[in-house]
């Protein structure tokens, strides 16, 4: 668990945006930002966006003001909704940054309206699969108007550096079947080779994260880390553009393979830690035993989705693509925990056993069906049969908890976790208007755990609760995302309804970084005096309903 970090960092970061206002105090670097921020006056300037990975939900973006790949202290941020948009959601014509909106999906700063900017996407959550998004997404852009939508996705942050060939960068995107000629505002998710090739330009990029982490110094990597995601992204395009001199330029024969993947991580790396120097020829990744399979697994990966993309001839239906996205997912996140999975082999013989002359067999077509657990398939205790033809339905969820939130307006429920370095319960009230999908939400916790992280208790206080407001928004009918203002800013949380048990509902909740398995009971109705008030009231409400802890 990371809260408490994430606490004391928006903490810090909100006094150190009181002092930039003031013209003192110095500039300092967070992972996560506290809401908007920047001059929100009328003078100030709005952007606007949607981010795609899969629609990012819960995403913290920002404006790189000094193009670091950080985010600063003084720098604008916002939180995506739960479709991708900040500033104004497209779909519903929700305007978030008009007078009472919901300012937490708001990005505006006192910068100048007609300045090119880089804006930054990180964290929250891929609405495909709805796992934690662990990487970076960025667009360079003068024209953030409302009217004019952008997007913020893998291609966007291909061309995303400064002072590089554009055009040169965008025919390499169109000749490797990354980009269509209708540009980088063009949805994705309109082409499955363009998204499925997208969301593995994605993967690159955070296994490139990996491998620095493996090969650099703990404090120097937790300084470039996100440098080492931006710049992996134009790695990739220049190594395109080679390809294209060279009368190459597919995607597979360009990243297909663990030499040519190790090269462009040599790059991203070296350029993130050296910034502005030329690598040496001599420049080599320590550890190479860690770093090759894992590298080797992510060739794996775009050599099978050539595979199923081949098999659907060009055309898919939203459940393959979804399946695809998934099983790509799926399989970098397995390979992301232990390179040498054993289950990986099986994996990809399993989704080559599904290729049929008609195009994807139903067990893998299953995968893209919207009550999937997609977590379950990553848990490593998970076994992959290749002959299997029920692995979908292995991780499809239950009826009862795949329709647990189908009627969420105005119900409470309880949640629980009992491991033996980690203890939590939690209420949660939520609010709205009849049938929305989407209002407030209380939730009154307390939670204790080995690591030190989000603890509410104390030994003096072994049963401390906390007592937070803020915003909830529906993916499905079992996944419910949340922005909660926790230390004066809005911090994002998912929580999925994934089971059932002898005595309700198993979920699963998301404080940012851990997912984690919890027990409680299905939402149904309460009273409005029932609802704490306070950390007090909160506490006595745990103890009423949970006993000690």
């Not at 980009?179 to 949805?187: F, R, V």
């Not at 970098?332 to 289950?343: T, V």
Request: hydrophobic share 40%; net charge negative.
């Amino acid at each position: 668990m990371k809260i408490r970090k994430q606490i004391l960092a928006g903490a810090v970061a909100s006094s150190m945006i009181g002092l930039a206002a003031c013209g003192g105090g110095s500039k300092g670097t967070q992972d996560v930002g506290t809401g908007p921020s920047g001059d929100g006056g009328a003078s100030s300037r709005v952007f606007h966006a949607r981010a795609i990975d899969g629609y990012l939900a819960g995403a913290t973006v920002y404006v790189d003001q000094n193009a670091n790949g950080k985010l600063d202290a003084f720098e604008p941020r916002a939180l995506t909704d739960s479709d991708g948009y900040f500033s104004y959601n497209h779909r519903t014509g929700t305007d978030y940054c008009a007078a009472g909106g919901l300012t937490q999906f708001c990005l505006r700063g006192g910068i100048a309206a007609d300045a090119e900017v880089v804006i930054r996407v990180t964290g929250g959550y891929d609405t495909i699969t709805q796992l934690p998004f662990e990487g970076m997404l960025s667009l360079r852009s003068s024209d953030l108007d409302r009217d004019d939508l952008r997007l913020v996705t893998p291609q966007t942050s291909m061309v995303a550096d400064a002072g590089s060939a554009t055009q040169a960068k965008l025919d390499a995107l169109i000749k490797a079947g990354i980009l269509d000629s209708t540009g980088l505002n063009s949805d994705p998710f309109d082409n499955a080779g363009q998204m499925t090739r997208a969301q593995a330009a994605v993967i690159i990029s955070q296994v490139f994260g990996t491998v620095a982490e493996l090969s650099l110094p703990a404090a120097t990597f937790e300084d470039i880390e996100s440098s080492v995601w931006a710049n992996s992204y134009i790695a990739m395009s220049a190594q395109l553009i080679e390809g294209i001199d060279t009368g190459s330029g597919i995607f597979q024969s360009t990243f297909g393979s663990a030499e040519a993947l190790e090269e462009l991580a040599r790059r991203a790396i070296f350029t993130a830690v050296n910034p502005g120097e030329i690598m040496p020829g001599s420049y080599q990744l320590p550890n190479p035993a860690l770093i090759q399979p894992l590298l080797q697994n992510t060739a794996d990966i775009i050599a099978l989705n050539e595979e199923l993309l081949a098999a659907l001839n060009g055309s898919a239906t939203p459940e393959e693509l979804a399946a695809i996205l998934r099983l790509q997912r799926i399989a970098a996140e397995r390979a992301l925990q232990n390179p040498n999975d054993p289950e990986l082999p099986d994996l990809y013989d399993w989704a080559r056993a599904q290729i049929t002359p008609g195009g994807l067999g139903t067990d893998l077509t299953g995968l893209g069906m919207s009550d999937i657990d997609v977590a379950k398939l990553v848990d490593r205790q998970f076994d992959f049969d290749p002959i299997s033809n029920s692995i979908s339905a292995s991780a499809t969820i239950p009826a009862e908890a795949a329709t647990a939130f189908a009627a969420l307006v105005n119900t409470a429920f309880s949640v629980s976790l009992d491991k033996p370095d980690e203890q939590g319960d939690a209420l949660l009230f939520v609010t709205g208007a009849n049938g929305a999908r989407s209002g407030e939400i209380k939730v009154c916790v307390r939670y204790r755990g080995d690591d030190g992280d989000f603890d509410t208790t104390s030994s003096s206080d072994p049963n401390g609760a906390l007592l937070v407001g803020g915003h909830w928004s529906l993916l499905d009918d079992h996944t419910l995302t949340l922005s909660l203002n926790i230390a004066g800013g809005a911090r994002s949380m998912l929580l999925k309804a994934v089971g059932t048990n002898a005595t309700g509902l198993d979920y699963r909740f998301d404080f940012g970084d851990d997912l984690e398995n919890w027990s409680g009971l299905a939402p149904a109705g309460f009273s409005a005096g029932s609802v704490p008030t306070s950390d007090a009231t909160c506490k006595a409400s745990l103890l009423e309903r949970f006993g000690q802890m």
